[in-house]
T-cell receptor, first 111, second 115 residues
């Protein structure tokens, strides 16, 4: 069984500052993937970043980076230089044969 | 560039009615999923399929049925609609199992209300 936990229901960040969204996971799979998705108020699911369980380097995609600590089973998302358009729900997910999502973190960027 | 197509986008059902949510993908993906998202919550897996003819239950399968007769289509059936099934439903697909950097491609969602 797999489980994803996001403990921050809501976060605020000043524009141009960096913010970290927490994610911890539990899985019995040896090989798995960790994903972050963004869901703006319009409702679509937007893929942001991926980390493989055997990847030794932390993933980066533009302003997004994933702080992967395998021993601690955490996969935190770091957004640098926040923009107003980053205001959205953010979901962490773990993939194997199935694909499970956390409950999400609502991020609000303050001008 | 159709990707994952869900229909309808909106639907209102009366208690006890039945309906089928349609999902089709044109990317030749093996894996397909159905999720529901209740207001202010994350996505919960209803059913998934790893290929034509193979389906399996997710976290919240009760009240739903699925079939996968072709690679492209993965319809979700609600037999006796209940108010607890009011939710936004997302269909998604991927080519391989997602440990291999195969992100999910999502449809645009179906807003379902059961009154």
């Amino acid at each position: 069984a797999q489980k994803i936990t996001q403990t921050q229901p809501g976060m605020f960040v000043q524009e141009k500052e960096a913010v970290t969204l927490d994610c911890t996971y539990d899985t019995s799979d040896q090989s798995y993937g960790l994903f972050w998705y963004k869901q703006p108020s319009s409702g679509e699911m937007i893929f942001l970043i991926y980390q493989g369980s055997y990847d030794e380097q932390n993933a980066t995609e533009g302003r997004y980076s994933l702080n992967f600590q395998k021993a601690r089973k955490s996969a935190n998302l770091v957004i640098s230089a926040s923009q107003l358009g980053d205001s959205a729900m953010y979901f962490c997910a773990i993939g194997g044969n199935q694909f499970y999502f956390g409950t999400g973190t609502s991020l609000t960027v303050i001008p | 560039n159709a990707g994952v197509t869900q229909t309808p986008k909106f639907r209102i059902l009366k208690i006890g009615q039945s309906m089928t949510l349609q999902c089709t993908q044109d990317m030749n993906h093996n894996y397909m999923y159905w999720y529901r998202q209740d207001p202010g919550m994350g996505l919960k897996l209803i059913y998934y399929s790893v290929g034509a003819g193979i389906t399996d239950k997710g976290e919240v399968p009760n009240g739903y049925n699925v079939s996968r007769s072709t690679t492209e289509d993965f319809p979700l059936r609600l037999e006796l609609a209940a108010p607890s099934q009011t939710s936004v439903y997302f269909c998604a697909s991927s080519y391989h199992r997602s440990a291999t950097n195969e992100k999910l491609f999502f449809g645009s969602g179906t807003q379902l209300s059961v009154l």
